[in-house]
T-cell receptor
């Protein structure tokens, strides 16, 4: 069965500091990994997906199949990055999304 | 274009009652998925409907059921409510099944269900 683990429930960094939100997964096939973000009082929304290899709002994430990780990184955190971040895995023939438990990021001024 | 609309926004029910939640997907989207969000368990998949057919079901008891209509609107029903069913229920729509395609899943604001 697939599983997504986000080991940090809470993460605080200072503005301008680098930030890394960890995500590890377990899945025997070829995974599709995503990061979703939920800002305060807003809807859950897609931030980025590994297949696109894109940078959104300065965030990047690289799929490391050897370490089964998909960590989210940003070199210089901004206060507006404060939000709940969820890592998600799409798998199986039915292609459903499995979410991690989320990491609440707080960027301090 | 209008986003995913979930009604009602808030609901309070007593144990043993049943409840129906509604989700209207983005126009043109044929897939609707339902998730339960709680502080302890996070986001858990309930089921997905595509073209009025349930494609996949999560690990929830039979008290949780759903359906999708020909206009792609979906309803979720929970019977014999328990205190543990208190949660935010999120609906997500996508153009094709499994959230594939450039847009992926678009989530609604959710329905906050409180069981007392």
């Amino acid at each position: 069965a697939q599983r997504v683990t986000q080991p940090e429930k809470l993460l605080s960094v200072f503005k301008g500091a680098p930030v890394e939100l960890k995500c590890n997964y377990s899945y025997s096939g070829s995974p599709e990994l995503f990061w979703y973000v939920q800002y305060s009082r807003q809807r859950l929304q897609l931030l980025l997906r590994h297949i696109s290899r894109e940078s959104i709002k300065g965030f990047t994430a690289d799929l490391n199949k050897g370490e089964t990780s998909f960590h989210l990184k940003k070199p210089f955190a901004q206060e507006e990055d404060s939000a709940m971040y969820y890592c998600a895995l799409r798998s199986g023939s039915a292609r459903q999304l499995t979410f991690g438990s989320g990491t609440q990021l707080t960027v301090l001024p | 274009k209008a986003g995913v609309t979930q009604t009602p926004r808030y609901l309070i029910k007593t144990r043993g009652q049943q409840v129906t939640l509604s989700c209207s997907p983005i126009s043109g989207h044929r897939s609707v998925s339902w998730y339960q969000q709680t502080p302890g368990q996070g986001l858990q998949f309930l089921f997905e409907y595509f073209s009025e057919t349930q494609r996949n079901k999560g690990n929830f008891p039979g008290r949780f059921s759903g359906r999708q209509f020909s206009n792609s609107r979906s309803e979720m029903n929970v019977s014999t409510l328990e205190l543990g069913d208190s949660a935010l229920y999120l609906c997500a729509s996508s153009l094709v099944a499994g959230g594939q395609g450039a847009g992926g899943y678009t989530f609604g604001s959710g329905t906050r269900l409180t069981v007392v």
